[in-house]
């Protein structure tokens, strides 16, 4: 079975200075994706990026970037030049790659609070 | 739609009532998922349509608990005899193929609590 770990419950950073989550996970199949959402107090679950594990580049996509090391299967999002807009609930996603595959696994989550 | 709409935003019941969720997906996605997320935890998987098919609803935490979606749109989670454990708040997504590399979409859930 496939199982994701976050091991800070809870994180804080300056605005505009760079925050890492982090994230494991523990799987014996080789294809699969990964994935941060973001969880705001209106509760929907906002893709932040996507990597595919076949991939080794490193997905970014603006301010948010990861640091995908497949052999210690570790997922860590990093955000550069937080904004107050960053305050959220932040959780990392594995999915196995495949047709009509659907089970999406979620971590327990990290609450990021920028401070001004 | 622009997004996927759940409805109601909030429900409260008492215990032994019936509830009903209803989920309005991203008009031509294929595959809805309903997700159950406990306070202070991740989403956990409940069941998966793609159209109008219930592919897995092993999810599912009991007969109590069932999932529709008759005509491959709207999607109604129905839990009978509601408990207290029942609180939580009930996610939907939708992805537009069989297969979700792209990512889900969500929508902003149903708070469900039990008195």
């Known amino acids: 079975a496939q199982t994701v770990t976050q091991s800070q419950p809870e994180m804080s950073v300056q605005e505009a200075e760079t925050v890492t989550l982090s994230c494991t996970y523990d799987t014996s199949e080789n294809n699969y994706y990964l994935f941060w959402y973001k969880q705001p107090p209106s509760r929907q679950m906002i893709l932040v990026i996507r990597?595919?594990?076949?991939?080794?580049q490193n997905a970014t996509e603006n301010r948010f970037s990861v640091n995908f090391q497949k052999a210690a299967k570790s997922f860590s999002l990093k955000i550069s030049d937080s904004q107050l807009g960053d305050t959220a609930m932040y959780f990392c996603?594995?999915?196995?790659?495949?047709?009509?595959?659907?089970?999406?696994?979620f971590g327990a989550g990290t609450r990021l609070t920028v401070k001004p | 739609g622009a997004g996927v709409s759940q409805s109601p935003r909030y429900k409260v019941a008492k215990r032994g009532q019936d509830v009903a969720l209803r989920c309005d997906p991203i008009s031509g996605h294929v595959s809805l998922f309903w997700y159950q997320q406990a306070l202070g935890q991740g989403p956990e998987f409940l069941t998966y349509f793609q159209n109008e098919a219930q592919l897995d609803k092993s999810g599912l935490p009991s007969d109590r608990f069932f999932a529709e979606r008759p005509e491959g749109s709207v999607s109604t989670l129905k839990i009978q005899r509601t408990q207290q454990e029942d609180s939580a708040v009930y996610l939907c997504?939708?992805?537009?193929?069989?297969?979700?590399?792209?990512?889900?979409?969500f929508g902003s859930g149903t708070r469900l609590t039990v008195v």
């Open positions: 990597q595919e594990a076949y991939k080794q």
């Open positions: 997504a939708s992805s537009l193929g069989g297969t979700g590399r792209l990512g889900y979409t």
């Open positions: 996603a594995f999915m196995l790659r495949g047709y009509n595959n659907n089970d999406m696994r």
